[in-house]
C-alpha cells in the first residue's frame, strides 16, 4: 500500500490493524471508528483526516502530516508517543466534541520530556477553544478577541515562550520614530524634556528648571530610542526596576520626561511592554523550576 492514495475515502469502521499505510495520502479521509492499532503511517499524509473514536494504539506516525485532523481517537489509544513526536502539524491538531485526547496526548509528552511538543498541543488545544468561543454570542467573541491578542499572538499560547521578548525589542524600535519626530518638531509648549536631578553633584551642570529637547536628525534618533527604551522599563515591581538601573548607568545625572501626546505613547508603550515583561519572567520562573526538579531527580537516581 506504499504510496497509496486514499485521499477523501471513507474508511469509516475499517480495519487496518497493523496495515502498511507508509507513505499514503490520507487526506480528508473518514477514519472514524476505524481499527488503526498498531499501523505503520510513516510520512503519510493525514491531513483534515478524522480520527474520532479510532483506536490508535502503538501506531506509527513517525513524520506523518497532521495538519487539520480531527484528533478524538479512543480514550487510552494513543499512537506510539515517540513516534508522533516527529509529526508534522501538531500545533494544528483540532477536535469538534472533546478535547480529552488531545490532553491526554499533551500530558504524554510532558511525562517524556518532550517539551517543545508539549508546547505544541497546548497551542491547539487553546486555538481550538479559542475558535469555539467565537461562536458563542457577544461575549463570546469579546473573550475570543481577549485571548487572541494577549495570549495567541503574544507568544501563541507558550509555544514560542522567546515571542514577547522578540515583539518588546520591536516595540521599542517602532516607537523611536514618533519619539524622533517629536524631539525635531517639538509641539507647542509639549514634547520630550532633560529634568536634572535637584540632588546631583555637580551642580553646574544643567538646569533647575526642566529644559524642553529639540535637536538635530541624528542626535534625535539617538535620544528617541534611549527615551522608547526607558519608557518600555519604566513600570518595575519590588526591588526589580530596570529604568532605574537604566538612568544609573548615564554619565550625568538627569532623566527624560514627556508631556502631552508623547507622554500618552510613553505610557501605553509602558503598559504594554510591562505585561510582555511579566510573561518573560514567569517563563525563567518555570525553567528555573523545572531545571531544579531535574537536579533533585537526578540526584535522587543517583541515590
Given amino acids: 500500500l506504499l504510496s497509496l492514495d486514499l485521499n477523501g475515502a471513507d474508511l469509516s469502521q475499517t480495519d487496518l490493524h497493523a496495515a502498511d499505510l507508509n507513505g499514503a495520502d490520507l487526506g480528508h479521509t473518514n477514519l ?6 498498531d499501523a505503520s503511517l510513516k ?3 493525514l491531513r483534515n483526516a478524522n ?10 506516525l513517525t513524520e506523518a502530516e497532521m495538519e487539520g485532523v480531527i484528533f478524538e481517537p479512543r480514550a487510552g489509544s494513543l499512537p ?21 485526547a488531545l490532553i ?54 507558550g509555544m514560542k515562550p522567546g515571542q514577547p521578548l522578540v515583539l518588546l525589542l520591536l516595540l521599542i524600535c517602532i516607537l523611536t520614530i514618533p519619539y524622533t519626530i517629536a524631539l525635531m518638531r517639538p509641539p507647542r509648549n ?28 541624528f542626535k534625535a534618533i539617538k535620544t528617541g530610542f534611549f527615551f522608547s527604551f526607558l519608557s518600555a522599563f519604566s513600570i518595575g515591581w519590588r ?6 538601573w537604566i538612568v544609573r548607568l548615564q554619565r550625568q545625572e538627569y532623566i527624560l520626561r514627556a508631556t502631552g501626546w508623547v507622554r500618552t505613547v510613553s ?24 531545571i531544579r526538579r531535574k537536579t533533585t531527580s537526578d540526584r535522587l537516581t543517583i541515590s
Avoid at 80 to 100: C, F, M, T, V, W
Avoid at 239 to 244: K, Q, S, V, Y
Wanted: proline share 2%; with cysteine; aromatic share 10%.
Fill in 32 to 37: 472514524h471508528k476505524a481499527d488503526l492499532r
Fill in 43 to 45: 510520512g503519510a499524509i
Fill in 51 to 60: 480520527l474520532s473514536k479510532a483506536d490508535m494504539g502503538n501506531a506509527n
Fill in 80 to 100: 506510539d508517543i515517540a513516534a508522533i513526536s516527529s509529526a508534522r502539524g501538531l500545533s494544528k491538531l483540532r477536535y469538534e466534541n472533546s478535547p480529552h
Fill in 104 to 157: 491526554e496526548l499533551r500530558e504524554a509528552f510532558k511525562k517524556a520530556g518532550l517539551l517543545t511538543q508539549e508546547r505544541k498541543i497546548t497551542y491547539a488545544i487553546k486555538h481550538a477553544r479559542r475558535k469555539a468561543l467565537s461562536k458563542n454570542g457577544p461575549w463570546g467573541k469579546l473573550e475570543s478577541v481577549f485571548n487572541l491578542i494577549f495570549f495567541e499572538l503574544t507568544c501563541l499560547y
Fill in 190 to 217: 509639549e514634547g520630550i524634556w532633560q529634568v536634572w536631578f535637584h540632588d546631583r553633584v555637580h551642580k553646574y551642570l544643567g538646569s533647575d528648571e526642566p529644559v524642553r529637547l529639540q535637536m538635530g536628525f
Fill in 239 to 244: 526591588e526589580i526596576n530596570i529604568r532605574n
Fill in 267 to 290: 505610557g501605553l508603550q509602558s503598559l504594554i511592554s510591562i505585561y510582555l515583561l511579566s510573561y518573560l519572567i514567569n517563563v525563567i520562573r518555570k525553567g528555573l523550576k523545572l
